[in-house]
């Protein structure tokens, strides 16, 4: 397990280290992805945990390597995946409220229903990844299982742009990262407060657990749920690879909120210089 000195440097340990190096994701075996056309969509069906599921893209949207790539990532062992959200530690309970934030096509949230979750919030600002999950979960929908929401996470209500890179749709960003060389698709959206959505939806701030990976928009996305995490204190993954610093802003704050927590840094990622963790657990 990486640690964070006081210094805000990161140590890591020579498993992660070497895990990252000799057992990149690149090299797990990938699941079968037969893409069938229906109307404006691509189905294709999946295994999640022991059920096979039913899942839709939009056409022009998400690739099909995309698709492998974000099921290995999600999915494939936490001994040699810094990223996966399967963990001992950050479990989907039966009867949860569950927010995806950073829905993408589906994959956690079908995972989080399967394990018993209560209710899936998924958070996603791409007009064509939402039309997907819409569809995807539509009978989750009508039964109020499942509620998607188009709009990306702050810390106030306001409009921003999001930039696309149409070769690597989900790895959609406000233009926080590196978007050089790359063809980029601008779209209007809403950012919102996770705690504004949350009270809307169920009257309250009680969730069970956040799943974070909103390509280096976590930081004030955290801020903007302060309400749910002191007073309902849920499990969280957060995606803390995107920016160097970010692990040290996550530990930071959410340690502010709630003292009380638990905490797992997750892996090495070697290949963003200078290195810097994968995930942070709170629990």
């Known amino acids: 397990m990486a640690v964070i000195t006081h210094y805000n440097k990161y140590l890591f340990s020579v498993w992660e280290i070497l895990c990252n190096r000799f057992y990149p994701l690149s090299k797990v075996k990938e699941p079968d992805i ?12 999946i295994k999640i945990g022991n059920k096979e599921n039913p899942f839709f893209i939009s056409k022009n949207g998400l690739k099909k390597y995309e698709l492998l790539w974000t099921y290995k990532e999600a999915f494939c062992s ?20 569950v927010v995806d934030a950073g829905s993408c096509e589906g994959f956690f ?37 499942v509620y998607v929401i188009r709009a990306g996470l702050g810390n106030k209500r306001k ?27 601008e779209e209007q959206i809403e950012l919102r407060k996770l705690d504004e959505i ?38 969280l993954m ?19 909120m709630r003292w009380d927590y638990k905490k ?10 200078p290195a810097r963790p994968y995930m942070m657990l709170f629990y």
């Open 198 to 235: 949350v009270f809307n939806i169920i009257g309250g701030y009680k969730v069970n657990l956040i799943k974070m990976d909103i390509e280096g928009a976590e930081i004030e996305a955290i801020r903007g749920a302060s309400k749910i995490i002191k007073r309902s204190k849920p499990r």
């Open 34 to 45: 037969k893409l069938k056309s229906e109307g404006d969509f691509w189905k294709f069906d």
């Open 159 to 185: 409009r921003e742009t999001l930039m696309i890179n149409k070769e690597m749709y989900c790895s959609g960003n406000l233009a926080k990262l590196n978007n050089a060389g790359k063809t980029i698709v």
């Open 109 to 145: 949230a079908r995972y989080a229903l399967n394990m018993g979750a209560g209710k899936v919030i998924l958070i996603e600002p791409c007009e064509k990844l939402a039309l997907g999950l819409e569809k995807t979960f539509k009978s989750d929908i009508e039964r109020g299982k």
């Open 78 to 97: 936490a001994l040699i995946n810094p990223h996966s959200y399967v963990r001992k530690e950050t479990p989907v309970k039966k009867g949860d409220i």
């Open 238 to 256: 957060i995606a803390s690879y995107h920016q160097w610093e970010n692990s040290i802003l996550v530990d930071r704050i959410c340690m502010k």
């Open 264 to 273: 797992k840094i997750c892996g090495c990622n070697t290949e963003e210089k």
